[in-house]
């Protein structure tokens, strides 16, 4: 299994539709989530961090899952300058490499 | 303003000859990462350094170089051994381990 599984879309989305993505990850020791947003031919930008409690920043809200093993991201209202890939990253303790690792994305185009 | 600064933006490397892609960051953090993405695909990890002097092989360091002799920057050499650099490298860095990492806006590598 990989570490962080996400899947590629691409999820093609009318104007003001609510999109939600999921991300799954492997290691139950992992502690630290986030969300980034990266554009076309840009690096990547954090979105936001996820908490054990879930949090919300103005039409995105990140979830975490631990039972599971799922963290979630919920756009409501979708505008057309959400068209991008998030970028799923989870921490992996005692991983050989960063621990940070990067899920390969997935691709959202709201359309108007 | 803080933040990281790579450059150049673009490169072209010619048959046999090693490049060297710098990365400069004024954001106090401890630890660097370089970072290759190729069209359409997640990144990979190439090398990443916690502290001064030291570093360690990522995923795929075959045929790629890097120092860290000061803080601030974490240069990457692409060496003639890298049979198919064309790619965009991307630089990060992050306060430790956990933490989010904030992305340099790029090099686009390509070869003559």
């Known amino acids: 299994r990989k570490e962080v599984e996400q899947d590629p879309g691409p999820f093609n989305v009318p104007e003001g539709a609510t999109v939600a993505f999921n991300c799954t990850y492997s290691?139950?020791?992992?502690?630290?989530f986030f969300w980034y947003r990266q554009d076309c031919r840009k690096e990547p930008k954090l979105l936001m961090s996820?908490?054990?409690s879930g949090n919300e920043d103005g039409r995105f809200t990140a979830q975490l899952n631990r039972a599971s093993q799922y963290i979630s991201l919920l756009i409501r209202d979708s505008k057309l300058s959400d068209s991008a890939t998030y970028l799923c990253?989870?921490?992996?303790?005692?991983?050989?490499?960063?621990?940070?690792?990067f899920g390969k994305g997935t691709r959202l185009s709201v359309i108007a | 303003d803080g933040g990281i600064t790579q450059s150049p933006k673009y490169l072209f490397r010619k048959e046999g000859q090693n490049v060297t892609l710098s990365c400069e960051q004024n954001?106090?953090?401890?630890?660097m990462y370089w970072y290759r993405q190729d069209p359409g695909q997640g990144l990979r990890l190439i090398y990443y350094?916690?502290?001064?002097?030291?570093?360690q092989k990522g995923d795929i360091a075959e045929g790629y170089s890097v120092s860290r002799e000061k803080k601030e920057s974490f240069p990457l050499t692409v060496t003639s051994a890298q049979k198919n650099p064309t790619a965009f490298y991307l630089c990060?860095?992050?306060?430790?381990?956990?933490?989010?990492?904030?992305f340099g806006d790029g090099t686009r590598l390509s070869i003559l």
């Open positions: 350094s916690q502290i001064v002097n030291d570093f």
């Open positions: 996820v908490y054990s």
């Open positions: 290691n139950s020791a992992s502690q630290s």
């Open positions: 990253v989870v921490n992996v303790p005692n991983s050989g490499n960063t621990p940070l690792v």
């Open positions: 990060a860095s992050s306060q430790q381990g956990r933490q989010p990492q904030h």
């Open positions: 954001l106090n953090h401890d630890a």
